[in-house]
Every structure is written in structure tokens, then in C-alpha cells.
């Protein structure tokens, strides 16, 4: 097989796992319109459609399943074999790619991992915050990180924080005219501050849990969000109560800009860890990787 065509298939395979020349494009550092050209080519090359293609998406034809699943293990497999002869290096080198939330990528991965790459040049690092639980091995993550109690059993999973709690809060402002809720049912007379899920479309259900009972109230409010840091900023301005992690939070609840309701249904949660699969064999990045992220205790 002439190189050239070995490109074409790897251009296919980029184009039919996104589902998108767009996106397909950027990640192969391409132009569309070439890609486009290439994978046509391909096809009249073989005399069958691969991928059929409207102004909104892009999907795989029943030829283009076959040819996918036939090939592109052995391209990951390459590829993979070619990661681990990186490795052997002297110096850690080459990505590392991480699906999080948001939270967990602010307040432990980058503190942790900053130093890493200031100190070892030849490795990059991909944090991708995302609130929809990822299926890492065919998303092509290195590892994932979650709330203990999110990952499943045929993970390694290794704890990267402790144990946390989450607040509703609000600001002095907001609770001049009203009173506190006592317990969580009582959120359905306040504004809320809501965290759009992009993934979903919804919002985020509140969960509160006290003795061995666990509520969870879909909130009202006039104000919605699709970051924390802007629920926070929300809460500061007096606009409605936020369910934020309590160390999001602590430093102005300590200071008297925001006040804290309901600590008694609010109980610690599971810590973060981070998993991935054990079949794989990581690079002496990851490992570098793993470690930083390792929780030890304080």
C-alpha cells in the first residue's frame, strides 16, 4: 500500500469517529476542504460511499462501518506501539489526555500539573471539562477523573483529593428580605442560581443527604449558568443561593460576603479520583502524571 493511501484511511477514520470534517480537520491540522477531497477520493477510489453527508452532519454508511471497524484497530494499535517506543526515552515525553469537571480541573489537576510541564518540556497535557461521565477507551482519553462513587468497577480508580462537601450559599443582600430555608423543600421559595448541563440540555438537581436520607430538588431561578465561577460571582452580586463546593466558597463565607444555609444536609462526598483502564500500557508521562495527581494525605 502506497503511503499516500495510508493517509486516506487515516483521514476516513478521523472523519467517521467525529462525525465531522470540522472537526476531523482540526484535529489532523488540515484545511476541510482538503479532507473532504481526500476522503472522495478514497471512495471512488474503492468505488463505494463511506460516509453519506448533509449540510448538518455526517454519518458513517454501512461500507464505511465495515472498513472502520476492520482497520482502525490496527492504526490505534500502531499508533499505540509508537507511544510506547516514545517512552523509552530518556526524557517523559508526548500527551496526556484528561476528561474532568470543571471543579476538580481549577482546584487539583492544574495546581498539580503546572509544575510537571514547567519541569518536563517534552510533555503535553490536555484537560478537557466536561460534565458527562466519558467512555475513556473509546473517547481516546489516557484517564478520567470523577467522584468516587461515578467510576465504574472495571477501572483502576486511585483517590487524587480528599473528601468534600458542597454549600448553598448566598449574600448578605439576598437574605435582607428573606428568610433562610431550613431544609431543602424550602428552596422552592428562593431564587437559584442553575448550572446548565451541555451535554444534556438540563440543569443541574441539587442533592442533599441527612441522616441516611437523600433529597434532591430541581431548582428555580432567574439567572443560569454553564461555569461555576460565574454561579459564584452570581451569589456575590446578590442575585440568588449557589450549590458550589464549600472550598469555592469558604474564603468569602469566612470574610462575610456570602452566607452558607442548609450545612446540616450537606454531608462530605466521595473524593475525586482519577481512573483509567488496566489493560492499557502508559507511557512515563502518565506515570509522572499519576503521581503528581496521587493523593498522600495531609
Known sequence: MRRENVNDYLAFIAVAREQSFTKAAAQLGVSQSALSYTVRTLEERLGLRLLT???????VTEAGERLLNRIAPHFDEIE???AALSGMRDKPAGTVRITTVEHAAETILWPRLAPLLLNYPDINIEIISEYALKDIVADR???GVRLGEQVDKDMISVPIARDFRFAVVGAPSYFAARKPPVTPNDLTEHSCLKLRLPTHG??????FYKDGRELKVRIEGRAA???????????????G???LAEDQVDAAIQEGRLVQVLADWSPPRPAYHLYYPSR???SPAFALVLDALRYRGS
Open 80 to 82: 499505540s506501539e509508537i
Open 53 to 59: 453527508r448533509t449540510t448538518r452532519s455526517v454519518s
Open 202 to 207: 438540563g440543569f443541574y438537581i441539587w442533592e
Open 280 to 282: 492499557r500500557q502508559h
Open 141 to 143: 482519553y489516557d484517564a
Open 225 to 239: 449558568f454553564s461555569t461555576l465561577c460565574m454561579m459564584r460571582q452570581a451569589a456575590l452580586d446578590g442575585l
Open 241 to 243: 443561593l449557589a450549590y
